[in-house]
Nanobody, 115 residues
Framework: QVQLVESGGGLVQPGGSLRLSCAAS????????MSWYRQAPGKERDFVAWISNTGPTTNYADSVKGRFTISRDNAKNTVYLQMNSLKPDDTAVYYC????????WGQGTQVTVSS
């Protein structure tokens, strides 16, 4: 079955950086695009970034363009989200997602940006 496991979240000061990872299993990872979403307390889950199955094509939410970078390693079945210049508004639970017939989510990893 499809499994997505996020890691790498934590507490960071404004202006800091974090790299999130999402390890995938249960499907042919290199055949599917992958996404990152985030959900702040009391808000809906919002799109953050998307990467095509082979990686050359990416797309970002306007709020993270120029600060976040999505990448993938198909040999390791892993997708990453490098987050730089973090702001308090980036505080949320971050989820990776894959549409493999239906949408699958990981359990999420908490990112807190605070001084």
């Amino acid at each position: 079955q499809v499994q997505l496991v996020e890691s790498g979240g934590g507490l960071v000061q404004p202006g800091g950086s974090l790299r999130l990872s999402c390890a995938a299993s249960g499907f042919t990872f290199g055949s599917y695009a992958m996404s990152w979403y985030r959900q702040a307390p009391g808000k809906e889950r919002d799109f953050v970034a998307w990467i095509s199955n082979t990686g050359p094509t990416t797309n970002y939410a306007d709020s993270v363009k120029g600060r976040f970078t999505i990448s993938r390693d198909n040999a390791k079945n892993t997708v990453y989200l490098q987050m730089n210049s973090l702001k308090p508004d980036d505080t949320a639970v971050y989820y990776c997602g894959a549409f493999v017939g239906s949408i699958y989510w990981g359990q999420g990893t908490q990112v807190t940006v605070s001084s």
